[in-house]
């Protein structure tokens, strides 16, 4: 096979398995979307995987080597206060992403250890 | 119909700002295995998956069999088994509009979809076709800019993809404002801490399925909801 046909062939396999993860609830739960359970499911499993989906884009960070995890946590803690106090999603990512890259590429709290 | 788009490309916003930086990281790393450049984003229409797409480049690299590549996908993604399960209500979409939908069920689209609102309720569909559209745009731009441009860029996106755990630090408090119960976050915190520990590669699948395990064992119990 040359190359480009392996590579292609990889962009193939990888695509029908993907759709695949993505398909099977949706067939194997066909016309069950009623049922008490799924509709359980669906009202508590969004806050439950927004929790994990937090902690999961945190998975880099060492907690063990400076800052530890300072910056983070600091751009964590902006993001929240402010949209707590202004509901607006837009500032408050913006806000907190902004000063993580500050903090990251300025060094600003490297200097404390 | 302008007014779906432009509250979805407002809600996607933070999407762009992660997406467009970790597509090029992707994109600069695919570069280094001497494929042409458009091979990059035609990954990102194709397979559409950040984390499948990043261990592909290895996969490539080591020109691994077809059969272990298939395995490899399988097992990174079935994570995303876990979301369609709750989105059997919110997809009412049919045919081509709900196939792409499911193609396009990334881990930051399904957060927009289950926490933000569509401005009209009449096409709440065409919301989440757009949201997915989007955001599927925004990760092909990303694989092509990085492909193409990689090692010349100027602008320094370090630290720029913490939007996306901003996104998700923001969806969770839309979360909590909604439900207002404590049982489902406490729950993913203690299942997501531990499987951070223990299960470091595979956090998200273990975290996930734990949480739901747990979440349907309080619901047996519970009457208001069963």
């Known amino acids: 096979m040359s190359d480009t046909g392996y590579l292609l062939m990889v962009f193939l396999v990888m695509t029908v398995a993907t759709f695949i993860t993505r398909l099977i609830p949706f067939v194997a739960f066909r016309n069950k979307s009623e049922h008490p359970l799924l509709q359980y499911l669906g009202r508590y499993m969004p806050p ?26 600091l751009a964590l803690l902006l993001t929240t206060l402010l949209h707590l106090w202004r509901g607006n999603a837009l500032l408050s990512i913006f806000a907190g992403t902004l000063f993580y890259m500050a903090a990251v590429q300025l060094g600003l709290f490297t200097g404390l250890y | 119909m302008s007014a779906i788009l432009s509250s ?9 700002f992660g997406y467009v930086p970790l597509g090029m990281a992707f994109g600069i790393l695919f570069q280094n295995l001497g494929y042409a450049w458009f091979y990059a984003p035609l990954m990102g229409v194709t397979v559409y998956a950040g984390a499948a797409q990043f261990m592909a480049v290895g996969l490539l690299a080591a020109q691994a069999s077809l059969f272990e590549v298939a395995i490899s996908t399988l097992i990174l993604n079935s994570r995303h088994m876990f979301f369609g399960v709750s989105l059997l209500g919110r997809y009412r979409a049919t045919g081509l509009k709900k196939l792409y939908l499911i193609f396009g069920l990334t881990d930051e689209t399904y957060s927009l979809i289950t926490s933000t609102q569509s401005p009209d309720s009449q096409h709440e569909q065409d919301y989440y076709v757009a949201l997915t ?27 720029m993809d913490f939007a996306l755990t901003a996104l998700f630090m923001v969806l969770m408090l839309e979360q909590w404002k909604k439900l207002r119960e404590p049982y489902p976050f406490l729950v993913a915190l203690a299942c997501g801490v531990a499987a951070l520990l223990l299960f470091r590669e595979q956090m998200l699948l273990v975290s996930i399925g734990l949480s739901i395990a747990l979440l349907l064992a309080r619901g047996k119990h519970s009457r208001v909801t069963l």
């Open chain 2, 8 to 16: 979805a490309f407002r809600a996607s916003i933070p999407v762009m």
């Open chain 1, 48 to 73: 439950a995987i927004m929790t994990i989906l937090v902690l999961y884009s945190l998975k880099s960070v060492d907690l063990t080597q400076a800052p530890y995890g300072v910056n983070e946590l």
């Open chain 2, 133 to 159: 559209a989007l955001n599927q745009c925004y990760w092909v731009t990303g694989c092509a800019l990085g492909a193409l441009f990689g090692a010349n860029v100027e602008f320094d996106t370090a630290g």
